[in-house]
């Protein structure tokens, strides 16, 4: 076990928008933590906002570090499963960006290595720690809309022009779905464990668009029906979240703030971080309307977790296996949109429990 006076070493692989915008603030932020290494190929990028970083361009000098107790992989999504296989074989703890894998089996093979390895394992899915998230699942768990029947999450941009970066172009684990499909699958998840069957549909609609840049997936639960929806051609009119029960409705208009205010330069910490403006709306059935102060955001808390999984002190915030069941309805999604039929998951017992707890 590592000595909880001694903050922890961490290594950060990759610093492109996810590495630069989430990861080394929230780090950096963090008691505990010591960010010491970047593996950039651009150190020039690192060194304007971290002038004193050390910054290496090759993965080997990180993983042979004895000082490294940590290594987060913020890199390209088909290099997420290799580099996080070698690090965990190096003896080190891992954060992996989402997507965890490109596939069930990946996932599945990471999630044995971890336990063989003894190592913390975990899949960076920050936006649990969302403003919006956090105050829908707490009027959701409160029973005030009684038995919520319909529930709808949407991450839509307006982004008409395609752009030059691996996340738009053909390859292994690119396209919206891959991009945030896990967010949303993960926080459907966390509300209602697993569900019965998944539909998907997926498509191009940009002009020279090579990769899915609209995504729209029904899960199944009995009567309940959750829809998780990301577009790219949406200028605005559609709300974060939109969910209805047996007692009123809830929407929630606009997204958690914390990726505008980490691109502005705010961090965790200073006096407005997390703070949502915009308010959660309850619907009564007489039409009326409550404005709620939507709780605050705090994503840094994903990487208090992580310390204390590592330090003993808890689990990881987000374990392998749940990583995995988020993994088998992305998969089921892309099936089901290129078979036209629902799919159900394919899961094992033991992968199948890791939302027990949410669903019950």
Same mark, same amino acid.
């Given at each position: 076990?590592?000595?909880?006076?001694?903050?922890?070493?961490?290594?950060?692989?990759?610093?492109? %928008?996810?590495?630069?915008?989430?990861?080394?603030?929230?780090?950096?932020?963090?008691?505990?933590?010591?960010?010491?290494?970047?593996?950039?190929?651009?150190?020039?990028?690192?060194?304007?906002?971290?002038?004193? /970083?050390?910054?290496?361009?090759?993965?080997?000098?990180?993983?042979?570090? !004895?000082?490294?107790?940590?290594?987060?992989?913020?890199?390209?999504?088909?290099?997420?499963?290799?580099?996080?296989?070698?690090?965990?074989?190096?003896?080190?703890?891992?954060?992996?960006?989402?997507?965890?894998?490109? $596939?069930?089996?990946?996932?599945?093979?990471?999630?044995?290595?971890?336990?063989?390895?003894?190592?913390?394992?975990?899949?960076?899915?920050?936006? !649990?720690?969302?403003?919006?998230?956090?105050?829908?699942?707490?009027?959701?768990?409160?029973?005030?809309?009684?038995?919520?029947?319909?529930?709808?999450?949407?991450?839509?941009?307006?982004?008409?022009?395609?752009?030059?970066?691996?996340?738009?172009?053909?390859?292994?684990?690119?396209?919206?779905?891959?991009?945030?499909?896990?967010?949303?699958?993960?926080?459907?998840?966390?509300? %209602?464990?697993?569900?019965?069957?998944?539909?998907?549909?997926?498509?191009?609609?940009?002009?020279?668009?090579?990769?899915?840049?609209?995504?729209?997936?029904?899960?199944?639960?009995?009567?309940?029906?959750?829809?998780?929806?990301?577009?790219?051609?949406?200028?605005?009119?559609?709300?974060?979240?939109?969910?209805?029960?047996?007692?009123?409705?809830?929407?929630?208009?606009?997204?958690?703030?914390?990726?505008?205010?980490?691109?502005?330069? /705010?961090?965790?910490? $200073?006096?407005?971080?997390?703070?949502?403006?915009?308010?959660?709306?309850?619907?009564?059935?007489?039409?009326?309307?409550?404005?709620?102060?939507?709780?605050?955001? $705090?994503?840094?808390?994903?990487?208090?977790?992580?310390?204390?999984?590592?330090?003993?002190?808890?689990?990881?915030?987000?374990?392998?296996?749940?990583?995995?069941?988020? /993994?088998?309805?992305?998969?089921?999604?892309?099936?089901?949109?290129?078979?036209?039929?629902?799919?159900?998951?394919?899961?094992?017992?033991?992968?199948?429990?890791?939302?027990?707890?949410?669903?019950?």
């Amino acid at each position: 076990m590592n000595d909880p006076s001694t903050p922890l070493h961490v290594a950060l692989i990759g610093y492109g %928008f996810a590495g630069k915008t989430f990861h080394a603030p929230l780090i950096r932020s963090v008691p505990g933590l010591a960010l010491r290494t970047v593996v950039s190929r651009d150190a020039n990028k690192v060194h304007a906002d971290l002038p004193d /970083m050390d910054v290496v361009a090759d993965v080997a000098k990180v993983l042979a570090d !004895r000082q490294v107790d940590v290594v987060v992989i913020a890199s390209p999504n088909d290099t997420h499963a290799p580099l996080a296989r070698a690090a965990l074989e190096a003896g080190k703890h891992v954060v992996v960006d989402k997507p965890f894998a490109l $596939d069930l089996q990946q996932a599945r093979s990471l999630a044995a290595v971890a336990q063989q390895q003894g190592r913390v394992l975990s899949v960076f899915q920050n936006r !649990r720690w969302d403003s919006d998230f956090l105050g829908v699942r707490q009027l959701i768990a409160q029973g005030t809309l009684g038995e919520v029947t319909h529930f709808e999450s949407h991450i839509d941009r307006f982004r008409p022009q395609v752009r030059a970066r691996w996340r738009e172009q053909p390859g292994a684990g690119s396209g919206l779905w891959y991009d945030l499909g896990p967010h949303l699958v993960d926080q459907a998840l966390s509300l %209602f464990g697993l569900p019965e069957r998944v539909w998907g549909s997926l498509a191009t609609q940009r002009d020279g668009g090579e990769v899915t840049d609209w995504a729209h997936v029904v899960l199944e639960y009995g009567q309940r029906r959750v829809i998780l929806h990301a577009g790219m051609l949406v200028a605005g009119g559609s709300a974060r979240f939109t969910v209805h029960g047996t007692q009123g409705s809830l929407v929630k208009p606009r997204i958690d703030v914390q990726e505008a205010q980490l691109i502005a330069g /705010m961090r965790p910490g $200073d006096a407005e971080w997390g703070i949502d403006p915009d308010d959660l709306l309850l619907y009564d059935g007489d039409g009326q309307v409550t404005h709620l102060t939507t709780p605050r955001g $705090d994503q840094s808390r994903y990487y208090a977790a992580f310390r204390d999984a590592v330090l003993g002190r808890g689990a990881a915030p987000v374990t392998p296996r749940q990583a995995i069941t988020v /993994m088998a309805v992305i998969e089921a999604a892309m099936q089901s949109a290129a078979e036209h039929r629902a799919v159900v998951l394919e899961l094992e017992d033991g992968e199948r429990e890791a939302w027990q707890a949410a669903s019950n």
